[in-house]
C-alpha cells in the first residue's frame, strides 16, 4: 500500500502523515447522479441489503473524489430489523413497532440479532475486494441512544419526549433496553470488523438533544460497553456525535480513539478540551453550498485551527446535504491536501 | 413593593435574593386551558395584538403559578410586519416576502418601523397597570440572527442554506440586512422600556445553528449593537441563546446582564465559564413531562450546580411544550423557591 493510502488510519492512531486525510460523512449519498439513477430502480433499503448495490454505492464517491477512506453504505437503522422490528421509510425512517413497555424491551433479542444482517458483511467483503488497498473501509453503526431513541419514538423527533421520559421515570427499563441495543451493536460491529472493516464509526448523532446529565447517567456507561468491545479487535473506533460541547469531555470519556465533533465547536477549543486525542471535523457541511473563494477559506480555517497537530481527520459536522454540488465536495478535498501537505 | 416581588430584578444584578426567582420562557400558552379557550376564538396574531387579549394572555401563568416575572405575550415575529413583510402562522409561521436580494434589503425601512408596533406598547402599559406591582414584566425581542433567519428563510429551518450562504457569500449585504433589523429590534425593544417593560430578553433561539466563526463574523457585533442599545435604558437585559456552549464566550461578549443558556450545559460549568455574570436556565422543558420524584430531583440539580451563588435565575432552556401538565409546571416553581429559601 504506498504510503498515502494509510493517511486514515495513521491519523486515527495520530502519528504523522503527509497530508490531513479527508472523507465525508453521507459521501455516498443523493446529492451525486450516480446514486440518484440507483435510487430511481431501488429502495434505500433494497440499496443498503443487496451487497453487490451496497459495494457500488459505496464507492462511487470513491471514484469520485480524492477522499482518503471510503465508508460502507448502509442505514443505521438496519440492526431493527433483525431486533424484531418493522422498518419503513416514507420517505424518513419509520418504525411500526416503537418500543415503549416491559413487554416491548423483555421481546427483544440480544447480540445474536447481529447475525441475521449477513448481506452488511457480505457487503464489506466484496467492498474490501473491489477496493484492492486504494483506501481504508470504515464500517458503522448507530450509537446505543440514537438507535434506542428512534425505537422509543418510532421515528425522528424534535423534542425527544417519549425516550426522555423513559430514561427519567424508568431508568431501570431504560437500562434494560440499552443493554440489549448495545449488545446487538458491539456484534454489529465487530462482524463488520471480521468481514474487512478497518475502523468502525459510532454515529451518535441525536445526543445533543441530551444534558450532560442525562448523557452521563443514561447513556455514556453504554456507549463506552460498544466502544470497549470494538476496541478489542484493534481497528481505529471514531466516536461521533452532534451538539456535544457542552459535554464533550464526559462524551469523549466513553471511549473512542478519535472523537468527532460538528461545526458548533472551534476545533481548537476542542482540541485543548481533548488532550492529545486525535479529532475529527468539522466543516459546517452548510458551506459545501459557498462560492469557490468562501469555501476555501473555511477549509483553511478548519486546518489552520488544528494547526501543526497531528491526529487530525478532516471532516464535515455532519452528513452532506442533498443538493450539495458535487464539484464543490470535490474541491473541498483537494483543497485539504493541498493546503495541508507537509 | 414587598421583596419578594423583586427577586427577578435583585438577581438580574447579582445581588443577593430571599430565594431563587423563577419564571418560564413560553409561561404563557398552549399548554394551558385558558389559554387555549381564547385561542378557539382568536388568532395567534390577533391574541398578540390586541393589547386587552394580550395582557389577559400575559397575565394568566401570574395567577395559575408562583412565578417571578411575567412576561408580555407576543411572537418573536412581529416586527417582520411594520417592515413591510407579510406574516402568516399556517400553523407554522412563514413570511410570505421573504428577503433574499439587493433589492429586498433596500427596500426594508430602519429604526421608523417600530413605530408601527404601537399596539405592543399598549399591551405593556395595560399589563402593567394590572399587575399594580406584583411580579415586575419583562419585554423582549427576537435578536437579529433569528428574526434575519426567518426573513430569508420564509419560516422556520433545518439546515438554515440560504441565510448562512448570504453570511458567506454576500458578508457586505449580510451586513446591511442586519443593520436594519438591529435598528428596529433596538427602537421596539426601547419603546417597550419606555411604555413599562422592567427588564428585557433578547432571544436568539436559532443561534446555535451557527459555527463559532459565524457568530463572531455575521452575529455578535449586530447583537452587541442592539444589547448596549438598551442597555442605555437601565434595565436589565437577558441575553438567550439555545445550543451556544460551544462558543459561550462569545456569546457573552455581546453584552447582556443575564446570560440565559439551554440544558445542553451543566449550570456550574457554564457559570465557570461567565465568572461573575448572572445566569439564567437551565432545566430540560421535556422533564415537566416526569413524575413528581424525578422533575424535583431534576429541579434540585440546577439548583445545586448553581450553589450558593448570586445571580441565578431559574428557568428552562427553551419554551414549554404544548402539552405539559401545568400542574407540574406549578410544583416546578414552587420547588425553586422551597429548595433555594435562604
Redesign the interface.
Known amino acids: 500500500m504506498p504510503s498515502e493510502t494509510r493517511r486514515f488510519l495513521r491519523a486515527c492512531r495520530g502519528l504523522p502523515v503527509d497530508a490531513t486525510p479527508v472523507w465525508f460523512m453521507r459521501q455516498a449519498g443523493r446529492y451525486m447522479a450516480e446514486y440518484r439513477a440507483l435510487r430511481r430502480s431501488h429502495s434505500i433499503l433494497a440499496l443498503a441489503k443487496t451487497p453487490a448495490l451496497a459495494c457500488e454505492v459505496t464507492l462511487q464517491p470513491v471514484r469520485a473524489l480524492p477522499v482518503d477512506a471510503a465508508i460502507l453504505f448502509a442505514d443505521i437503522l438496519l440492526p431493527v430489523e433483525p431486533m424484531g422490528l418493522r422498518l419503513r421509510f416514507s420517505p424518513g425512517p419509520e418504525i411500526l413497532d416503537p418500543v415503549r413497555t416491559e413487554r416491548d424491551v423483555a421481546r427483544l433479542p440480544g447480540a445474536e440479532a447481529a447475525d441475521g444482517l449477513g448481506c452488511v458483511y457480505e457487503a464489506v467483503r466484496l467492498i474490501r475486494r473491489e477496493l484492492a488497498g486504494k483506501v481504508p473501509l470504515i464500517g458503522f453503526a448507530g450509537a446505543p441512544f440514537t438507535i434506542a431513541s428512534y425505537m422509543v419514538e418510532g421515528g425522528p423527533s424534535k423534542?425527544?419526549?417519549r425516550v426522555?421520559?423513559l430514561m427519567?421515570?424508568r431508568p431501570d427499563l431504560w437500562d434494560r433496553l440499552m443493554r440489549k441495543v448495545r449488545a446487538v451493536t458491539a456484534a454489529y460491529l465487530k462482524a463488520q470488523v471480521a468481514a474487512g472493516a478497518e475502523a468502525v464509526q459510532l454515529f451518535d448523532s441525536w445526543v445533543?438533544a441530551?444534558?450532560?446529565?442525562?448523557y452521563r447517567r443514561g447513556v455514556r456507561p453504554h456507549s463506552a460497553w460498544v466502544l470497549a468491545e470494538v476496541a478489542k479487535t484493534g481497528v481505529p473506533t471514531v466516536s461521533f456525535g452532534t451538539?456535544t460541547?457542552?459535554?464533550l469531555e464526559d462524551f469523549a470519556a466513553a471511549g473512542g480513539d478519535v472523537i468527532g465533533v460538528d461545526?458548533?465547536?472551534?476545533l481548537d477549543?476542542a482540541r485543548r478540551r481533548l488532550g492529545k486525542r486525535p479529532v475529527q471535523g468539522n466543516l459546517?457541511?452548510?458551506?459545501l453550498?459557498?462560492?469557490r473563494k468562501?469555501l476555501k477559506k473555511?477549509v483553511k480555517?478548519v486546518l489552520d485551527r488544528n494547526g501543526k497537530r497531528n491526529g487530525h481527520v478532516f471532516n464535515l459536522?455532519h452528513g452532506i446535504?442533498p443538493g450539495t454540488p458535487v464539484a464543490r465536495v470535490r474541491e473541498a478535498a483537494a483543497w485539504v491536501h493541498e493546503l495541508s501537505a507537509r
Open positions: 423534542n425527544y419526549e426522555k421520559a427519567t421515570d445533543g441530551l444534558s450532560p446529565e442525562q451538539g460541547a457542552g459535554f461545526w458548533r465547536i472551534d477549543a459546517d457541511p452548510v458551506l453550498f459557498s462560492g468562501a473555511a480555517n459536522g446535504l
